[in-house]
């Protein structure tokens, strides 16, 4: 389900039994990115506690793992985000970055470029090699050739 103020770039995936709430504040997801099932991505509404709410930012090439929880954050440029993780409220994601799987990245934190993050609260355990850091863009467009079989088979 795809509600509210959200704009997604071109030959994103949203996979089944995901919930895109732009209700309270405006969601941008970038160009190939792949949103899997179960996820739940969500904003920080304004209010007297935080005038501005945080919206939620995707950048390019973003693969978002199984029922993972994205809130309010900043999610930079080729990204793997692993299953089931939780990035809070104004926390931010730089570019090049893989969150592991189970994941909590606490509000406000950011994970800068070229790292690893593993944990609940996540640290930051090594930087990338180059070959993860050329799965980013092999894994969105592996979702963006599953998306068009899927389309083309409807």
């Known amino acids: ?15 089944p039994m995901t919930v895109v709430r732009g ?58 985000v692993g299953m089931g993780c939780i990035i809070m409220d104004g926390a931010v994601v730089e570019d090049e970055v893989i969150v592991a799987a189970g994941c909590l990245v606490p509000p406000g934190k950011t994970l800068e470029s070229g790292h690893l993050y593993v ?10 090699t180059e070959k993860e850091r050329g799965f980013f863009k092999y894994t969105a467009a592996n979702y963006v050739r599953l998306k068009n079989e899927y389309l083309n088979d409807q």
Do not use: F
């Open 23 to 80: 209700d309270m504040h405006k969601i941008r997801i970038g160009h190939r990115c792949s949103i899997q099932d179960g996820s739940v991505l969500h904003i920080t509404h304004a209010s007297d506690y935080n005038p501005g709410g945080y919206p939620l930012t995707l950048g390019d090439d973003v693969t978002v793992g199984h029922k993972a929880l994205l809130h309010g954050c900043t999610i930079g440029n080729r990204v793997l």
């Open 119 to 128: 944990g609940s609260p996540c640290k930051n355990a090594r930087a990338l």
């Open 1 to 15: 389900m795809v509600i509210g103020d959200v704009e997604t770039g071109d030959d994103v995936s949203i996979w």
